[in-house]
């Protein structure tokens, strides 16, 4: 048996439907077409990734053009550095886009690892290390930023770290 690579997205898959875990983790099928909200979440995060590599705001818009939604991604991008712009000068970006893989346990014929990408690992003056991720939502702030506080990810990715 080969080894199993366990995302976040991967075990909220298998927590809510194994079935669906099946399909999509082993035998790599999804759907053909996206939604809405996922190409214009992903384009988004395309161009937060290339402004923290570039600091150009420019540039991240070019880079996060998806055909059918240009103008709604560059609002976002716009309104998002507009918001965004002066935490970025107290905070140094150490990495973008960030990969983890880290040894979980032993199975039959193989091991299991935490594995994922941290959108960006900062550092302030005083040389801590926060993990930053992106979420786009539809929701109400107050609702959305309420659910965030229970999510597993940033929970699974400070541990990986403390890991290495």
Known sequence: MANIVLSNSGIGTLQTCPWMYKLKYELDLEQMEKPIYYRV????????????????IAKAIKA?????????????????????????????????????EVPLAKHDGGDIFLGGVIDALIKDEQGRLFICENKTTSDTMERFTSRLWAQRQGLLYNWALRQL
């Open 41 to 56: 979440g992903s384009a988004f995060h395309k161009g937060v990734e290339v402004f923290r590599e570039t600091s150009s």
């Open 64 to 100: 996060s053009a998806d055909v059918d939604n240009r103008a709604l991604v560059a609002a976002m991008l716009h309104q998002w550095h507009k918001e965004s712009k002066n935490f970025y000068q107290e905070y140094e970006v150490v990495e973008v886009e960030m990969c983890l």
